[in-house]
Antibody, heavy 116, light 110 residues
Framework: EVQLVESGGGLVKPGGSLRLSCAASGFTFSSYSMNWVRQAPGKGLEWVSSISSSSSYIYYADSVKGRFTISRDNAKNSLYLQMNSLRAEDTAVYYC?????????WGQGTLVTVSS | QSALTQPASVSGSPGQSITISCTGTSSDVGGYNYVSWYQQHPGKAPKLMIYEVSNRPSGVPDRFSGSKSGNTASLTISGLQAEDEADYYCSSYTSSSTYVFGTGTKVTVL
């Protein structure tokens, strides 16, 4: 069974940093592109970043470019999102999702709250 | 990276058919067949309902169908059921090698 479990969310002050993790199981992690998608409270889905299976290709939404860094460790079956210079508008549930072109599997999400 | 345009809400009675539109540009919806649709119930993670414009994952009822014409994609739910009440989002690959979601549509079963 495919499982994606996010962790690392929490309350952080504006300008602060946070690192999210996504632990994958039930499939060959190193064969799939992975993504981060977020959803602000009461709002719609927003694609954040994608990374190819071997980390050769990495893309970011304009809203996070230069502040967020996506990475993966295929040996540990894990996906990461390093978030720096956090702003109030980054407050959201962050989901990791598997796939390229479409997202077949999603985690349950981890809540990031940016507030003083 | 402007969000794709969806109607804010669509409603229908049980058994009826409804269609949700998703309008983009030639740089996203109109340029690629990587259009997908997601269903999201309150407090839950999104669920893939349609991929590559019109393909249905195993386990998704065949009353869900997808199509595309020009820069607009559509999701049709035939034989609407109470459990179909949820938020629906479209998504598309873009010419910038990024992805964009739609604004979301709340489906209400009357």
């Amino acid at each position: 069974e495919v499982q994606l479990v996010e962790s690392g969310g929490g309350l952080v002050k504006p300008g602060g940093s946070l690192r999210l993790s996504c632990a994958a199981s039930g499939f060959t992690f190193s064969s799939y592109s992975m993504n981060w998608v977020r959803q602000a409270p009461g709002k719609g889905l927003e694609w954040v970043s994608s990374i190819s299976s071997s980390s050769s290709y990495i893309y970011y939404a304009d809203s996070v470019k230069g502040r967020f860094t996506i990475s993966r460790d295929n040996a540990k079956n894990s996906l990461y999102l390093q978030m720096n210079s956090l702003r109030a508008e980054d407050t959201a549930v962050y989901y990791c999702a598997r796939g390229s072109g479409w997202y077949w599997y999603w985690g349950q999400g981890t809540l990031v709250t940016v507030s003083s | 990276q402007s969000a794709l345009t969806q109607p804010a809400s669509v409603s229908g009675s049980p058994g009826q058919s409804i269609t949700i539109s998703c309008t983009g540009t030639s740089s996203d919806v109109g340029g690629y067949n990587y259009v997908s649709w997601y269903q999201q119930h309150p407090g839950k993670a999104p669920k893939l309902m349609i991929y590559e414009v019109s393909n249905r994952p195993s386990g998704v009822p065949d009353r869900f169908s997808g199509s595309k014409s020009g820069n607009t994609a559509s999701l049709t739910i035939s034989g609407l059921q109470a459990e179909d009440e949820a938020d629906y989002y479209c998504s598309s690959y873009t010419s910038s090698s990024t992805y964009v979601f739609g604004t979301g549509t709340k489906v209400t079963v009357l």
